[in-house]
């Protein structure tokens, strides 16, 4: 039993940052890979980052490559990502996940927990 649960999202302008926060039950996020997911509207759930457990090995959608910053705190049981130069079209509900094992994957069947998801809005 994994309970995860989002914050953070906002309304803000392009160019902006907003910093979401992913509080995870138990000692999750230091066992598993977690990965922060987006869906925009008309749009497929697609991952915009995941981290590993462990050495934190990282992987980000080509979209938020340079721009977007995922990382954890173990002590905290959180997980975090930190969005820069912020576009409109990063407008979407986010949502952080955990994955089923220790390592990184891409693949949405990978994660088997989900977080309620936090709004997040980008104007120009």
């Known amino acids: 039993q994994v309970q995860l649960i989002e914050s953070g999202g906002g309304l803000v302008q392009a160019g902006d940052s907003l910093r979401l926060s992913c509080a995870a039950s138990g000692r999750t996020v230091s066992v598993y890979a977690m990965g922060w997911f987006r869906q925009a509207p008309g749009k497929e759930r697609e991952l915009v980052a995941a981290i590993s457990a462990g050495r934190d090995t990282t992987h980000y959608a080509d979209s938020v490559k340079g721009r977007f910053t995922i990382s954890r705190d173990n002590a905290k049981n959180t997980v975090y990502l930190q969005m820069n130069s912020l576009k409109p079209e990063d407008t979407a509900v986010y949502y952080c996940?955990?994955?089923?094992?220790?390592?990184?994957?891409?693949?949405?069947?990978?994660?088997?927990?989900w977080g309620q998801g936090t709004q997040v809005t980008v104007s120009s």
């Open positions: 996940a955990k994955g089923l094992q220790s390592v990184v994957a891409s693949t949405p069947w990978y994660y088997d927990t």
